[in-house]
């Protein structure tokens, strides 16, 4: 069978490579369904094979199931993100089964079954495998096969379409029960080669690995065939346009200007107290089916209805807010534009509370975060907002896959969602709640984007570095393209594309870092953090001074460090729940020294200038702080120009002695390292000082002249 709507990517030769061994051959299947997103979605889906493996305590073969364990993702999944469990003891659960209402404590007996002790947790769609008898298992997400199972003729158009070859089992929410229901299903329906879990999934399997992957495929390539055969004949697609696109630069133009606002009212920043207010990181996307749905007819018709999938309205809340802007409202008067969305976000909080007291049981967890996690702007695209931005990424990914099923569904029949109730009993699941509760501790800088300037090598690296091991997201920067592009291939490698964003900009230029900024808005949604890194130093005698090199310091130096901090005040205020600026200034800026006069000054003038910024942008709850470093030699460009020759000129010593000669004179008689100057910026910034501005932290080894006081 040609396929043409998904992805074929079975080798023969690597299956054969891994020989017999069927949970090998699971995990090459798992990885290569989860390769392709119109099958299933990140973190979705579940895979398993049974197998005869040798009882640990009498050596005898025993039937043991391999399932995709709770958590993790098809795609990436290894051995270590499987469960395997004794058949004969999944099924023993049958005789202790007490009905639905004892669903839950089902969950907990799984332990008992446990055949591999390093096995990740069992998930709760366990049972739907282990009560299937064929030796692989796959049960995925396909947004064509959803379309179908969230229509409401769906019965009828799986029956006429595959012919009775697949089953169908109404909406429940999975667990024991739904295993028994699927097994009963195959038990009156012994020729089908599937079944459609009604507005959730798809089941299909094989009695082995490749029949298995090729049975999923061929069922998800014939569904998908058949909507966009009938997609646009029925009636337009989502009812026809309503509005047109605004051009791209403009669109991204108008959602970096918007996203700072969207963040703050996200983050509860217009709430009665700071105190309130939890950070969100944000995400960005005009794509084309975004726009597709967002300009058309039946926006208003189908936002409100909600997802149905599961896993699509657990990573995006039940519904969206659709903003009520046209597409090129001017938005830069934060204040007016934020005074405008205000009523907006308080009735969709006001809705949120009503939907959970509405559908709340005597044991439900209390209620969550209240704010929209998806907010569509017609014209513009989608923002989405959760606690990382791998969550944010993510819920944008599960939107799009609603739309797909949205647009499915209504070309065939009409779009169906979860009824309210179902829903929350999904969303405020116990069993959820206790997988929230397991989650790690938040890092001091989880939900915080920084951006450090200067930070392609030395320092500004280095705090980087530290920033994202603490929780942060990152936007790196440089004026040398090419250093940067060797760091961000660094940062990908080490961290993954979620925890940075890069750009190149001139720290005196106006323009490269607007655009900078605009990088930082559309990547994460705003900026909470500023740490001015980028530097230069030229050590001449006050003869030997160049006009020109005077300027550049200057410029670089303290022109850089204003406009930076200039144009992050208006995101900082935008977001309405104030940042930190940290200026990385030097000794020198309090050390008379040989050879310094422009430096000297600048750096002194920058100093300065962190307290008159301190004083001045207290008001909004942005903290300036500075920290003076001396003689940080690894890793930077400073000292691999003229700087370094001209300092040890200017002490009479040998370049490579100057490390030992710098130590010497301090009082700890330490060299200083880049990441010694990182860890004095996360003292400012990781909660500890949240109520102090206008310092300066010397991290120098001790120089008894550099004392402020």
């Not at 040609?2 to 891994?18: C, G, Q, R, T």
């Not at 012994?190 to 082995?208: A, E, N, R, S, Y």
């Not at 392609?456 to 929780?471: L, M, R, T």
């Not at 702080?625 to 001396?630: F, H, K, L």
Request: one cysteine or more; hydrophobic letters at 40%.
């Amino acid at each position: 069978m040609d396929f043409k709507h998904v992805s074929y990517l079975w080798d023969e030769a690597k299956a054969k490579s891994l020989g017999d061994n069927q949970v090998d051959l699971l995990i090459y299947r798992s990885n290569i369904l989860g390769a392709d997103l119109r099958l299933t979605n990140y973190g979705g889906g579940n895979t398993s094979c049974k197998v005869m493996e040798k009882h640990p305590l009498t050596g005898e073969l025993t039937e043991v199931m391999w399932v995709k364990g709770s958590g993790g993702d098809l795609g990436t999944l290894k051995k270590s993100g499987l469960a395997a469990l004794y058949m004969d003891r999944l099924n023993d659960l049958k005789k202790v089964y007490r009905g639905l209402q004892f669903e839950d404590e089902m969950v907990e007996l799984f332990n008992h079954c446990i055949y591999d002790l390093n096995s990740k947790a069992p998930s709760i769609d366990t049972p739907l495998h282990a009560f299937l008898p064929f030796k692989h298992i796959d049960h995925l997400h396909p947004d064509a096969l959803i379309s179908i199972a969230a229509s409401k003729d769906g019965k009828a158009i799986n029956h006429e379409l595959f012919e009775g070859k697949l089953g169908w089992v109404d909406w429940q929410r999975p667990g024991f029960d739904l295993g028994l229901k699927l097994a009963e299903c195959l038990a009156q329906n012994p020729d089908i080669k599937g079944i459609i879990l009604g507005q959730h999934g798809l089941f299909t399997w094989g009695d082995d690995c490749y029949s298995s992957y090729i049975n999923t495929l061929e069922v998800i390539e014939k569904a998908s065939e058949y909507l966009t055969t009938h997609e646009g004949k029925r009636r337009p697609v989502f009812g026809g346009v309503k509005l047109e696109s605004l051009p791209k630069e403009q669109r991204l133009a108008q959602a970096s200007k918007l996203a700072p606002v969207l963040r703050g009212l996200c983050s509860g920043a217009d709430l009665p107290t700071l105190e309130e207010t939890k950070g969100a990181i944000g995400h960005f996307t005009d794509d084309e089916r975004v726009l597709q749905f967002v300009n058309s007819h039946d926006l208003d018709k189908l936002a409100p209805l909600g997802t149905s999938c599961p896993d699509h309205f657990l990573r995006t809340k039940i519904r969206p807010l659709v903003l009520e802007l046209a597409p090129d409202e001017d938005v830069t008067d934060y204040k007016k534009i934020k005074e405008k969305l205000l009523p907006a976000f308080e009735e969709y909080r006001k809705g949120y509370v009503a939907y959970y007291e509405q559908c709340k049981h005597p044991n439900s967890p209390k209620i969550r975060d209240t704010n929209p996690v998806v907010i569509l702007w017609k014209g513009v695209g989608m923002f989405t907002f959760a606690k990382d931005k791998q969550t944010a990424r993510v819920a944008s990914e599960f939107y799009i896959n609603a739309i797909n099923v949205m647009r499915g569904a209504e070309a065939v029949s009409e779009y169906i969602s979860l009824p309210l109730q179902e829903a929350f009993n999904i969303e405020y699941w116990l069993l959820e709640e206790a997988k929230l509760q397991r989650m790690p501790k938040e890092k001091p800088l989880s939900r915080r984007v920084a951006l450090i300037t200067g930070s392609a090598g030395g320092i500004g690296k280095a705090i980087a570095k530290k920033f994202i091991s603490e929780g942060a997201c990152v936007v790196i920067c440089d004026n040398d393209a090419d250093r940067l592009k060797s760091a961000s291939e660094e940062f990908e490698k080490a961290y993954g594309k979620d925890s940075f964003a890069s750009g190149v900009v001139d720290v005196t230029d106006n323009q490269t870092i607007a655009n900078l900024y605009k990088t930082a808005s559309l990547a994460f949604g705003g900026v909470d953090i500023i740490v001015n890194s980028a530097g230069i130093s030229i050590s001449r005698t006050i003869e030997e001074t160049k006009e020109s090199e005077w300027d550049l310091m200057y410029d670089i130096l303290v022109k850089g460090q204003f406009l930076i901090t200039q144009h992050a005040t208006e995101i900082m205020r935008k977001q309405g729940f104030g940042g930190d600026v940290v200026n990385i200034v030097s000794k020198n800026a309090l050390v008379s020294g040989p050879n310094n006069a422009g430096y000297g000054s600048a750096k002194a003038a920058q100093l300065h200038m962190s307290r008159l910024l301190a004083a001045e942008l207290g008001k909004d709850k942005i903290r300036v702080n500075s920290i003076n470093p001396d003689a940080v030699i690894a890793d930077s460009k400073i000292w691999a120009g003229a700087w370094a020759e001209g300092r040890a000129k200017a002490y009479g010593v040998a370049i490579e002695d100057l490390p030992k000669f710098y130590a010497s004179r301090t009082l700890l008689n330490e060299i200083i390292l880049p990441e010694d100057i990182a860890n004095g910026v996360f003292a400012c910034v990781g909660g500890l000082l949240s109520k102090s501005t206008g310092n300066v932290i010397n991290v120098d080894g001790g120089l008894a002249a550099a004392f402020v006081r």
